[in-house]
């Protein structure tokens, strides 16, 4: 039996992987291992851990390491904290491999340390092109990692174009896919949506799913940091503009 562990570090991180996790908890041949991380451990960003918990899988670790503040240095930091506390998870684990999930300067923790340590890596989401630092980490990742999960047929060409062995990166899709087809198949109308609606209410009045509402979600330019909470407000008076009620998600740490 092979035991292979998964990293979370941030609620869309699990997104990304939860379906494949099922899948790994099912194979009799592997032993899955769950690693909590980062903001995937704080109220603030939806404490993922309790929702991974709630679908069924064993948190065997949660590493807190979050340094939060409005300066680059802070990134650099949860860098820091992080290595260490994942050095130290993986010493007691000792998996066979580690599965690590796209780009975020969180992700890149694990990629080090799983190959410092001589573990196996696996990356999920590599290949792809947004801009910002994501694609130096992203790329910094793939190149650290030893069997490429990748998105699309473009992704596939960027990890072999990297010089990554084609035998061992794979067109596989996202898995978050696969949460997005669940739902499909659910929804049957505004009615499943009012529920989710109500539970997501943090502030302003509640909402109708059955009358126009806009859903925001920013993307901030990590290199215009500084600018960061200009260009909010500016969406933010946009929206307003509109007069319609506005579901806007909390940004990732």
């Known amino acids: 039996m092979k035991k292979i562990a998964v990293f979370v570090t941030a609620r869309p991180s699990y997104a990304r992987i939860r379906s494949a996790m099922l899948a790994l908890q099912q194979d009799p041949g592997v032993d899955l291992v769950v690693i909590a991380a ?13 929702t991974i918990e709630a679908d069924g899988f064993t948190v065997a670790a949660r590493l807190h390491s979050v340094v939060e503040g ?5 990134s650099v930091q949860t860098v820091g ?3 260490i506390a ?8 000792r998996p066979d491999a580690v599965i690590t999930i796209a780009d975020r300067y969180e992700t890149i923790v694990t990629a080090i340390a799983a190959s410092y340590m001589n573990i196996p890596l696996i990356h999920i989401q590599g290949g792809e092109f947004t801009g910002n630092i994501d694609n130096k980490v992203r790329h910094a990742i793939t190149k650290l990692s030893d069997l490429h999960l ?3 047929r473009g992704a596939w060409k960027r990890v072999v174009g990297m010089g990554e062995d084609p035998a061992r990166t794979r067109i596989t899709g996202c898995p978050s896919v696969d949460i997005a087809a ?4 659910s929804f049957a109308g505004p009615a499943d949506v009012q529920p989710l609606l109500d539970r997501a209410l943090g502030v302003g009045q509640s909402m109708r799913a059955d009358t126009p509402y806009i859903v925001v979600m920013q993307h ?7 600018e960061a909470q200009a260009q909010a407000e500016l969406t933010l008076e946009a929206t307003l503009h509109t007069g319609l009620p506005v579901v806007w998600f909390w940004p990732n740490v």
């Open 81 to 83: 904290v992080g290595l």
């Open 150 to 152: 990748v998105a699309s």
């Open 86 to 93: 994942a050095a130290q998870a993986l010493s007691e684990i």
């Open 220 to 226: 901030p330019v990590t290199s215009q940091y500084e």
């Open 70 to 74: 409005s300066d680059p240095a802070q």
């Open 182 to 185: 669940d739902v499909q198949r």
């Open 38 to 50: 980062a903001s995937a451990l704080l109220d603030r960003y939806g404490m993922v851990v309790d």
